[in-house]
């Protein structure tokens, strides 16, 4: 059964993080008003985060909406405690 | 220290930005500005931002000084939100609704194993205790002197009110015995008082009353719940440019009359005037 947690807000300067499982890979999509710019440096935000907890099998979608990287991690890492902790969306 | 602005801890912005606004000090909040659902999500988010906005301040605004109001004791919160600051750089900590020197003495117990498990210097952390409810402000003087990381007291005037059924805004004389006790014990244990933040916003004026009424009764400062209070708070915890001058004339007359006694226009000059004088002249260089 697919489980779905979120954390963050979809203000500026904060990032929205929807995390669910899914089968296979990890899949990260973002969007954000700064997607050309800063594309690249947040999924690399996000794939040391997923490296860092050891996490696989789980679809994300960073809304960022000018988020330090620092931001989208932390919030990140509350979508993934609160995925563990069976805290649904 | 003259002003302490209340920052969101589950805000970036506003917390990026906090330091801005010309406060003294800056507290980030993971209590009462922080739902109940948002706790975890406030404490992981201080952890990421609190060493970048640290560094950044120490660069930009070197004086200001940060504090983190945790969650009270009596909730399943403080212990992680104790590890949250702590091992993110944070060295001040608010506790709320402190009523006994017990308290204080649990969350320095918690806070002498955190400083140990990180390698920090046991005693750096300091804490401002919020004196909030009218057992609190009986137990000031215990409370304060429980610890040596105690470094100030502020007052929190609006569960004080609650309890006793007034009304915040209402006659000033109504606060006057808890800020006088507390003003009082912080001086008894020779730490700062910080009078409690004022909610009406739109009322500068009585902003500014109650600045001048909290430092007449011996506060150092006041919490602000805005940048706009900010500098009307400043203001009115600075000393005058009158009292500096005075303090300069004391301090120049013993220079004069090295015998232990003098006088100014008349004034028995002793020590409690001469310490005065030098608490004024180092207010005025910064040194708060």
Redesign the interface.
Known sequence: MQRTAV??KR????THITLSTRCGANEIVITSPVLDLFGPQIRTAVEQTLQQLQISGVLILVEDNQ??D??T???L??AV??LQRGVEA | MRSWLYTPAN???RM?QAGMYGSDGIIFDLEDAVALSEK??AR??L???LP?IRASLERTHPAVKIAVRINGLDTPYWQDDLKAVVGSGGAIIRVPKVESAAEVEEIAHALSLLEAELHIPDGSVHLQVLLETPRGVEEAFRIGAASPRVIAFSFGAEDYCSALGIHRNGPRVALDYPRARIASAASACGIEAYDAAYGFLDNADALVLECAHAKALGFHGKSAIHPKQVAAINGEFSFSAQEVREAKAILASLEKNQDGVSSLEGRMIDKPVIAWAHRVLAAAEGNR
């Not at chain 1, 203000?11 to 904060?14: Q, R, V, Y």
């Open positions: 954390a963050g203000e500026k300067g904060d988020a330090l620092c931001v991690q932390a919030r890492r509350c405690q609160r | 805000t970036p912005n990026i975890d999500e992981l988010l952890e990421g931002l970048l």
